[in-house]
C-alpha cells in the first residue's frame, strides 16, 4: 500500500474514533477532529491550550458539505464560493442547530472554508463531515508547515500526525470575513486571500 494510503485510512479510523488528529491543510498544519464529535472538540481546546472565547472553525471537503454547518444562504455567499473554493477564505455564517458549541461562537456562527489541500478534502468527504481546522501549535507559538517544526507535545497528545507530503503549502493563513449587508464584507483576518482581492469582486470592505 502507498504511504500516503496507508497515513489516510489510519488518520479516517482516528476520526471515526472520535480522536484528534494533526492533519496537512493549504496554508499550514492543523490539529482537529470530527467537527460534530463534542468531546474531541473539547480536547482540541486542551491539547493546544486554547481560549474557550476562541471557537474552534471548521472546513470542509467540497461545497456540497456547506449545508451540515448552516442553513444560511445569500447571493454574496455564493458570488464569494464560486471565486474562492477551494481556497483559503474563512466565512462566518449562522451555525446549523447540532453543531457542537465548540465550533460556534457566543453569537451562534461559526468559521468554514472549503479547502483544496487532497489530505484535508478527502478526510473531510471520506468521514462526511466536517472538520475541526485550527493550527498545530501551543496557543501562543508559531503556525508550522512542516512536520518536522510540528511541536513534539503537541504531537503525543493526539492519535495520529498525517506527516506525508503533500506537506501544507506555508505563508498566511486563511483570510476571515463575515457578511454585513449585500455587498459589504467585515474582514476580521486578512490573510492568503488580500482584501484587494475581495475589493475586486465588488465588495465594499469593512475592517475590525
Given at each position: 500500500?502507498?504511504?500516503?494510503d496507508h497515513e489516510f485510512e489510519k488518520a479516517c479510523e482516528a476520526l471515526r474514533r472520535g480522536d484528534v488528529i494533526i492533519y496537512p491543510t493549504e496554508t499550514l498544519y492543523a490539529i482537529g477532529c470530527d467537527a460534530f464529535c463534542a468531546e474531541a472538540a473539547a480536547r482540541?481546546?486542551?491539547?493546544?491550550?486554547?481560549?474557550?472565547?476562541k471557537p474552534l472553525p471548521v472546513l470542509i471537503g467540497d461545497a456540497s458539505q456547506l449545508s451540515q454547518v448552516t442553513d444560511w444562504h445569500s447571493e454574496d455567499l455564493e458570488k464569494l464560493a464560486r471565486r474562492f473554493w477551494p481556497g483559503p477564505l474563512s466565512v462566518i455564517v449562522p451555525a446549523r442547530e447540532g453543531l457542537p458549541r465548540e465550533v460556534q461562537d457566543a453569537e451562534g456562527t461559526t468559521?468554514?472554508?472549503?479547502?483544496?489541500?487532497p489530505v484535508a478534502a478527502r478526510l473531510s468527504r471520506e468521514?462526511?463531515?466536517?472538520?475541526v481546522a485550527t493550527s498545530a501549535n501551543l496557543s501562543g507559538e508559531p503556525s508550522v508547515a512542516r512536520p518536522d517544526a510540528l511541536s513534539e507535545a503537541l504531537c503525543q497528545s493526539v492519535s495520529y500526525?498525517?506527516?506525508?507530503?503533500?506537506?501544507?503549502?506555508?505563508?498566511?493563513?486563511?483570510?476571515?470575513?463575515?457578511?454585513?449587508e449585500p455587498g459589504v464584507l467585515v474582514l476580521h483576518r486578512e490573510?492568503?486571500?488580500?482584501?484587494?482581492?475581495?475589493?475586486?469582486?465588488g465588495f465594499v470592505i469593512q475592517t475590525v
Open positions: 500500500m502507498h504511504q500516503v482540541v481546546y486542551a491539547f493546544k491550550k486554547r481560549s474557550h472565547a468559521s468554514v472554508r472549503v479547502t483544496p489541500h468521514l462526511g463531515r466536517p472538520l500526525v498525517f506527516r506525508s507530503e503533500p506537506w501544507p503549502g506555508g505563508g498566511e493563513p486563511s483570510t476571515v470575513i463575515a457578511f454585513a490573510g492568503a486571500i488580500s482584501k484587494a482581492a475581495l475589493e475586486a469582486e
